[in-house]
């Protein structure tokens, strides 16, 4: 006969073992976090490869020289001469990238300063007025995003034409300061995170709205211009198509324009068009790696506030 303090060995020896973990779910743990580790890491490092690599094989085969070219080495092979700027020179020269990056200079700050004022106005009268229709409003700002743009060329260069401003730098400024939803969107989370009584003390001391935005939200949305400055700045530098179609005279063109023109006579010369890339890239890849931070504070920011 099993006594009661036998019975109940026995039934701690059986609830022991049952919520017991299984000795093989210990062993597999560590694997499968290894695994996931070694593929998160494969992961990164190939994003990486796709990112460096073109950008690696643009330097370096802007280092050669047109004989090196003509042996057909590896666009990944170390140049004969690491300070042959030759390439550079041509490419500065005969694509005309003086008069592109002053023109490109012109379209991008005034672009950017009408999408700021336009954007945060749009933003500060959704967020800060109640009228009719302000659904309505936003939802056609998404329809007119949704919209592919190469379905309204024809309309939308009739307009242009119409205006007496084509074949101008202004061209392509109006058609960048339309605002798009993503820039509203930054602004509009920027002002919903601003309390309502700053306006209300600026309206006792007989501030306008207009004052009320120029005096108080302005200073305050500084995180979220410094992010659309960006994000669109980068967008316009690298657009082709607006400036190729609305800018077609050689010498309104921009940084995109003129390499594209500057491909021509040089067709055959790889090591000359990448040294032109190269200086395309490179002002961009500066701003961007310099003013990054920016963009993700921005947007982070504005998200939670």
């Not at 996931?36 to 050669?64: E, F, G, N």
């Not at 339309?178 to 309502?196: A, E, N």
Request: positive net charge; proline residues 6%.
């Amino acid at each position: 006969m099993t006594g009661p303090t036998g019975a109940t060995g026995a039934a701690a020896g059986r609830d022991g073992r049952r919520g017991a973990p299984p000795r093989g779910g210990r062993r597999d743990a560590p694997v499968r976090g290894a695994a996931a580790r070694l593929l998160t890491y494969l992961s990164l490092v190939l994003a990486c490869a796709v990112v460096v690599v073109p950008l690696a094989a643009i330097l370096l085969t802007s280092l050669r020289t047109a004989r090196e070219m003509a042996a057909g080495e590896n666009p990944l092979a170390m140049p004969g001469d690491w300070f042959n700027l030759d390439n550079y020179r041509i490419a500065f020269t005969d694509g005309q990238m003086p008069q592109a990056l002053w023109n490109t200079a012109f379209i991008l700050f005034f672009s950017l300063l009408g999408t700021v004022f336009v954007g945060s106005m749009t933003a500060y009268a959704i967020d800060r007025f109640q009228f009719r229709f302000k659904r309505v409003v936003m939802a056609l700002f998404l329809v007119a995003a949704l919209v592919p743009s190469v379905t309204t060329q024809v309309a939308t260069y009739q307009v242009v034409n119409n205006l007496g401003v084509m074949d101008t730098h202004w061209a392509p400024i109006l058609l960048y300061m339309g605002t798009d939803i993503v820039s509203i969107y930054i602004f509009l989370q920027f002002i919903r995170s601003i309390p309502m009584s700053l306006d209300e003390a600026a309206r006792l001391d007989g501030a306008t709205s207009l004052t009320v935005y120029w005096r108080v939200i302005m200073p305050l949305l500084r995180p979220a211009i410094a992010t659309v400055v960006i994000v669109k700045g980068v967008a316009i530098y690298n657009d082709f198509y607006i400036p190729f179609l609305y800018m077609p005279s050689e010498g309104l063109g921009t940084i995109s324009t003129s390499l594209f023109r500057f491909k021509g006579p040089y067709g055959a010369h790889w090591e000359v068009i990448s040294a032109g890339a190269a200086l395309v890239i490179l002002p961009s890849l500066i701003v961007f790696l310099a003013l990054q931070r920016f963009i993700y504070s921005g947007l982070v920011s504005g998200a939670t506030k």
